[in-house]
């Protein structure tokens, strides 16, 4: 039923909203100091990955799948349609219903920036995330340091809202970058997203990334993250 995936490469910068002084300090005086390795194991070495596998974060949904071909299923079906396409896929792939996502899009766009960490090598990465129009951008703050705006994506998750009214379903999908992400590695960057945008508690930190920057400790997220 699903149309072959596109495979096109889109260059895409890294914008970010970091007018308040104190919140460009944090990211410019960023420095790392916690172990970085390539893999889970340490090793240097860079996965192994067909480029055919890779799913690219394609600009609509029907550029992925007809959706004429999906008027006729259910949100039950739809859901379980677009999981098994995405099993062999190098990406993140999940569906959202709609309630969810419209609050969970209303806070991206009220607070579009933050940093989010990976565990590596009995360390952490910090990793900052950039939202604008339905699609939540991470990039390496190492490199958003040396890079600034044209930093490039280690991950780039679409929020596919074509089916949203009709269906009352979210789909999505996450490009992954190997050189820079596992797809383990992407899937605690979207959970981490999903739970310090949603979690009232959690919240609290990004609120207090945007409104008390001078106040604001990347021990916290680590500790709340329980990394490290």
């Not at 799913?55 to 739809?78: G, P, V």
């Not at 999908?173 to 960057?189: H, Y």
Request: aromatic share 10%; with cysteine; proline share 4%.
């Amino acid at each position: 039923m699903l149309s072959r995936c596109l495979l096109r490469t889109r260059n895409r910068k890294l914008v970010t909203n970091t007018k308040c002084l104190g919140r460009t300090r944090i990211l410019n005086n960023y420095t790392p100091t916690f172990r970085f390795c390539s893999t889970e194991s340490g090793s240097n070495e860079k996965p192994k990955v067909d480029p055919k596998d890779i799913a690219i974060a394609s600009n609509t949904l029907n550029e992925i799948i007809k959706l004429e071909l999906l008027q006729d299923h259910t949100k039950e079906d739809i859901e379980k349609i677009w999981k098994e396409y995405h099993i062999q896929k190098y990406c993140v792939a999940a569906t959202i219903d709609r309630p969810t996502y419209l609050d969970l899009k209303h806070r991206l766009s009220h607070y579009s920036t933050f940093i989010l960490p990976v565990p590596r090598g009995g360390g952490a990465e910090f990793f900052l995330m950039n939202y604008q129009n339905d699609t939540a951008y991470f990039a390496r703050m190492i490199e958003y340091k040396k890079f600034k705006e044209n930093a490039p994506h280690a991950l780039t998750l679409k929020h596919y809202t074509e089916l949203m009214d009709s269906k009352h379903i979210v789909l999505v999908r996450g490009q992954i970058d190997p050189d820079r992400l596992d797809v383990k590695e992407a899937q605690f960057l979207v959970n981490q997203l999903k739970l310090y945008y949603m979690d009232i508690n959690y919240h609290k930190l990004v609120r207090k990334f945007h409104e008390r920057p001078n106040d604001f400790d990347y021990n916290d997220i680590l500790k709340s993250s329980q990394i490290g």
